[in-house]
């Protein structure tokens, strides 16, 4: 049984960071490339970052040179380091094994706000 559970998730002043943590079980973690989306009311889910199996990393525009993607595989866990926080961020973070599969964890909420 697949299982992604994310973790990190919180309340941050604009200007502020946050560490999301996704731990991955019941997959080969080292084949999956590994995604962290979000999403927030009444839009769609928005794929924010991804990191390959061979740690390769893409971000959105909106996010660049403030967000880091990265994987520990010893771990089966992939994080996302924000820092800057903007209120624009606030949203619920997803993490997704994969790229089309339908692996997802049950989401974290980032909300920025002073």
């Known amino acids: 049984q697949v299982r992604l559970v994310e973790s990190g998730g919180g309340l941050v002043q604009p200007g502020g960071s946050l560490r999301l943590s996704c731990a991955a079980s019941?997959?080969?973690?080292?084949?999956?490339?590994m995604r962290w989306y979000r999403q927030t009311l009444g839009k769609q889910r928005e794929l924010v970052a991804t990191?390959?199996?061979?740690?390769?990393?893409t971000y959105t525009d909106s996010v660049k040179g403030r967000f880091t993607i990265s994987r520990d595989n010893a771990k089966n866990t992939v994080y996302l380091q924000m820092n800057n926080l903007k209120p624009e961020d606030t949203a619920v973070y997803y993490c997704?094994?994969?790229?089309?599969?339908?692996?997802w964890g049950q989401g974290t909420q980032v909300t920025v706000s002073s």
């Open positions: 997704k094994a994969g790229r089309d599969t339908n692996y």
């Open positions: 019941g997959i080969v973690f080292t084949t999956y490339s």
């Open positions: 990191i390959t199996n061979g740690d390769t990393t």
